[in-house]
């Protein structure tokens, strides 16, 4: 087991090497890459549902589809403000707000 971990050791310093020698900070662009590309999956997902509130066939699980736009909404907004990603960061940055704004009309208190 000692032979495991001196090679995970060395493997990990091979990493670093390539790395810090290409530009500082390597790894924290490349972590800040995967937040923003989860960040795009949840925007992809958060039309998917918008888009489905819009057809006729989702119209019996209509509220759930509107409590799910609200949560994926909430998720995106904490998400966005804990790793502090501003709006040009993201491909998919701009989701349509309107269709939040158009289920309100919907909700029953």
């Known amino acids: 087991m000692k032979n495991g971990h001196h090679r995970e050791g060395h493997h990990g310093e091979r990493g670093r090497g390539r790395e810090g020698g290409r530009s500082r900070g390597g790894a924290k662009t490349f972590r800040r890459g995967r937040v923003i590309a989860f960040l795009e999956t949840l925007q992809v997902k958060r039309t998917t549902i918008a888009e489905q509130l ?17 949560a994926i909404d909430m998720v995106i907004d904490e ?19 309107a269709d939040t704004k158009e289920e309100s009309g919907h909700e029953e208190h």
């Open 79 to 97: 998400y966005k403000n804990l790793f502090e990603i501003q709006e040009d960061e993201t491909a998919t940055d701009s989701f349509p707000e």
């Open 54 to 70: 819009k057809k006729p066939e989702f119209q019996s699980i209509e509220q759930i589809l509107i409590g799910e736009l609200k």
